[in-house]
């Protein structure tokens, strides 16, 4: 604003000022007058604000009236011998993962506390009829309710969600948590097994008589056949739930005379085994049945070695991917551990006798000797014991070299004799008409 009697410059510095305001009000009136919805949403955005902050005054009021003396620091009794009766309950979100290898646990639950606390009581009649109050957690006194079997770093619950104070007093605080809890693993009848694992909950500092702690479904005794609420469960791909009771025990320690309550979520768990079925079992049930076709390969293939190497190797590396999964205990051993490793060593024992068939198969006279004892248990004595005879044509053969024998040496042939000895042990002569009543027929000893 200029005015009178100011120098010539300066009264052209106010008036290039008054222009420029008049321009920029202008601009403002233009600016409105094209975007008139978005400046009607900014005053209505700026007059709800304004109503956010000056609404509710009752809540502000009963806010301040409950933690302005509070102290989050102290339990919440009347008197230092009263016990606050804590209710706990679980509600499990997701069962994440159950590691054999490293025997945890992982699951996402809801962890329910239930108190009471004198000092949050009020008349709704006095605060506009607000029965229900939610505050910060931080803010109030909280038990410090831990995992006793945790196998991660987190004891306790790290998410501090905000707790609703009733005007009875009754305080509820429902946190989410991810907690990882050690659980011993049995692997004897994997993988159609069963595990049951527990979560072991207790108070950390209080002992029984300063917070006594109960399952928030508690009526009468201490255990609870459904204690773990599963309404908000989400299905595991691996694991069908069985039973989920709880059970509230006191134990004391050597160090105090005092009971410390805790309350145990167990949790039975059942595989589900297709996969496994699928990739593991049945591979390893018919590899183990192509050991048994490796007796029926000819010698002269030249593969009966190569599949039995070949069963044992597959069967070596099956094993091997049974002992990733399974925990290294020595307490049990799997039954399908225990059968890989019984057909292992039976088929170690068909490459053994596979050997000494090829070793027998490809014997001479040429190059080796019959031994005595060989002559006696094949030729002799196994015969009977599998009714087999000697060919019609071997015997007249036998017959020949027999007589042509003596005829120029005289010497005797102790082959024929026993070939011959081993025919007339026969249980009946070969003729057409007596080989219908024969045992077993037209089998050859030797070649």
Not at 130 to 143: A, F, G, M, N, R
Not at 160 to 176: D, E, N, Q, R, S
Not at 230 to 240: C, G, K, M, N
Not at 424 to 434: A, E, K, L, N, Y
Request: proline share 5%.
């Amino acid at each position: 604003m200029c005015h009178r009697g100011e120098s010539h410059g300066r009264a052209a510095s106010c008036r290039r000022f008054n222009d420029v305001s008049v321009q920029d009000a202008s601009d403002d009136r233009r600016l409105i007058a094209q975007r008139p919805e978005e400046m009607i949403s900014l005053l209505i955005i700026l007059l709800l604000t304004a109503g956010i902050c000056n609404s509710n005054p009752d809540a502000k009021r009963l806010y301040d009236d409950l933690l302005s003396n509070y102290n989050r620091l102290i339990r919440p009794v009347s008197n230092n011998t009263d016990t606050v009766v804590v209710k706990l309950g679980l509600r499990l979100s997701q069962l994440i993962d159950l590691n054999l290898k490293d025997q945890i646990l992982t699951t996402n639950v809801w962890l329910e506390h239930e108190w009471q606390d004198h000092k949050f009581m009020w008349e709704p009649l006095e605060y506009g009829g607000v029965t229900e109050l939610y505050v910060p957690s931080e803010h109030i006194w909280l038990p410090d309710i831990v995992l006793y079997n945790n196998a991660d770093g987190e004891y306790g619950v790290t998410t501090m969600t905000k707790a609703i104070l009733h005007y009875t007093g009754k305080v509820l605080w429902t946190p989410p948590a991810i907690f990882k809890s050690s659980c011993e693993i049995d692997v004897r009848y994997f993988p159609f097994d069963q595990q049951t694992c527990f979560m072991k909950f207790g108070s950390w500092t209080y002992d029984g008589f300063q917070i006594d702690l109960k399952h928030i479904n508690q009526n009468m005794g201490d255990k609870v056949e459904v204690g773990i609420d599963l309404r908000e469960y989400y299905p595991s791909v691996e694991w069908d739930i069985l039973d989920v009771p709880a059970e509230r025990h006191t134990k004391y320690y050597p160090c105090c005379h005092e009971p410390y309550p805790d309350i145990f979520f167990n949790i039975t768990l059942r595989r589900k085994t297709l996969f496994y079925t699928v990739n593991l079992i049945v591979p390893c049930v018919s590899i183990s049945y192509l050991s048994v076709l490796a007796f029926y390969l000819p010698a002269d293939s030249g593969e009966k070695i190569a599949l039995c190497i070949n069963i044992l190797l597959s069967q070596t590396m099956f094993f091997l991917l049974i002992s990733e999964i399974i925990p290294s205990t020595s307490l049990a051993l799997p039954l399908l551990g225990k059968y890989l490793l019984f057909t292992m060593i039976l088929v170690g024992l068909s490459v053994v006798i596979t050997i000494i068939i090829l070793n027998v198969h490809y014997r001479k006279p040429s190059t080796h000797k019959m031994a005595p004892w060989v002559r006696t248990i094949f030729i002799r004595k196994l015969p009977k014991l599998l009714l087999m005879r000697v060919p019609d044509d071997l015997l007249n053969d036998l017959a020949a070299r027999k007589i042509h024998g003596r005829g120029k040496s005289g010497k005797r042939d102790k082959f024929s004799d026993a070939i011959a000895a081993a025919a007339r042990s026969s249980s009946i002569v070969s003729s057409p008409d007596s080989a219908r009543h024969q045992r077993i027929d037209g089998m050859t000893l030797f070649s």
